[in-house]
């Protein structure tokens, strides 16, 4: 299962893993969305079966000089690299507690 933001670079991402014959399911959805991405992972669970590993890897960055920033530039940072984090770990963690546990790799921006 992959997930992005960015529709059309998500689909590109997985027509790139079917040519080297890596099948997978690609859906759009905002890491910020904490509803989507639990319903979003309970489909998937409900889909596949279970739930082994997540890897979250959604992480943005502000570009130029600090002081040129705004307020709403670090809002949206902090949203998608803390808040999308936190919100993708409580989706998952349901799914991995029950049973046998399971693997979360949590990827930082820097």
Request: with cysteine.
């Amino acid at each position: 299962m992959l997930t992005d933001a960015d529709a059309p670079r998500l689909d590109l991402v997985a027509q790139s893993l079917a040519r080297d014959g890596a099948p997978s399911v690609a859906v759009a959805c905002d890491v910020r969305d904490e509803a989507a991405i639990r319903t979003l992972v309970d489909e998937s669970v409900a889909a596949f079966g279970g739930l082994d590993a997540a890897i979250h890897c959604a992480g943005v960055a502000t570009a130029g000089a600090f002081h040129a920033s705004t307020a709403e530039d670090w809002r949206w940072v902090f949203d998608i690299n803390v808040h999308g984090l936190a919100n993708c770990c409580r989706a998952v963690l349901p799914h991995m507690t029950r049973g046998q546990g399971g693997l979360i790799v949590n990827v930082a921006s820097a």
